[in-house]
């Protein structure tokens, strides 16, 4: 069963081009089984995932939050849990992973190293269920470091899109052993690692030529002295890939 668990759509995420029926689609059409919606700070209502599941069974859809601490402004995951202080309460990963693990929920650290070298939480003390080590915001630069963080705190990768565009939905996505049940049962597979990382090289391909050609204008503009706010300006694009580049390091994947 093939499962991305880290989604955006435009209804809660203001980032997002696509909205959840265009990503379930899309989802569907590039052979996943399930998707997890993680907005941004803000929790899927319980009724509305009935109402897509309902609409779209087989297709199974959860609920998740992709969460900020409000200190390091670092990115968490939570899955598996559904109550509204997810949402309304402004979190340090401490309160948040001492919250997950009492309520039995999922806690994964979202891209890391997106925008420095060092991660400003102390996860050897407050180890996460997983480590997101490939998406559409983790670039190849990343991905080694990544993985010796992960093997030092002996805990799981996982592999998602971070999709905001329903053509990106699913470019990496973890393939279960077997079907969960229920949600329970999803994360109890996901906190034993009973999964695979998969991917869809054909898009990956696609998708690392089209950040190429954005990544040698961003370039050009740096030279020209042309600030993060001009590239968005002209180009629509999000000004996060603008500073990316200005490090030094590439969105390829």
Not at 91 to 102: G, N
Not at 127 to 144: L, R, W
Request: charged share 30%; aromatic share 8%.
């Amino acid at each position: 069963m093939k499962i991305d668990l880290h989604v955006h759509d435009k209804e809660r995420s203001a980032c997002s081009k696509s909205s959840e029926d265009e990503q379930i689609r899309a989802a569907i059409k590039f052979g996943l089984d399930s998707i997890i919606f993680t907005d941004h700070n803000i929790l899927t209502p319980l009724e509305r995932l009935n109402e897509l599941n309902n609409k779209y069974k087989p297709f199974k859809i959860y609920g998740g939050i992709e969460i900020e601490m409000q200190d390091t402004h670092e990115h968490i995951l939570v899955l598996g849990l559904h109550d509204k202080i997810l949402q309304d309460k402004k979190w340090v990963y401490e309160e948040l992973h001492s919250y997950v693990r009492e309520n039995n929920g999922y806690i994964a650290f979202a891209h890391p190293f997106r925008y420095r070298g060092f991660i400003k939480e102390n996860l050897e003390k407050f180890v996460p269920d997983a480590i997101e080590i490939h998406s559409t915001n983790i670039g190849i630069d990343d991905t080694e470091k990544i993985k010796q963080l992960a093997q030092k705190l002996n805990t799981n990768l996982i592999a998602n899109s971070d999709a905001h565009h329903y053509t990106k939905v699913g470019i990496y996505c973890n393939d279960l052993i077997v079907p969960p049940n229920s949600e329970k049962e999803l994360i109890d597979m996901l906190k034993k690692g009973a999964y695979k990382l998969s991917s869809d090289q054909e898009r990956i391909k696609k998708h690392n030529d089209e950040v190429n050609k954005k990544e040698l204008l961003i370039k050009k503009l740096i030279k020209e002295g042309k600030s993060k706010d001009y590239y968005h300006n002209i180009t629509g694009n999000w000004e996060g890939e603008f500073e990316r580049v200005a490090q030094g390091k590439t969105y390829k994947i």
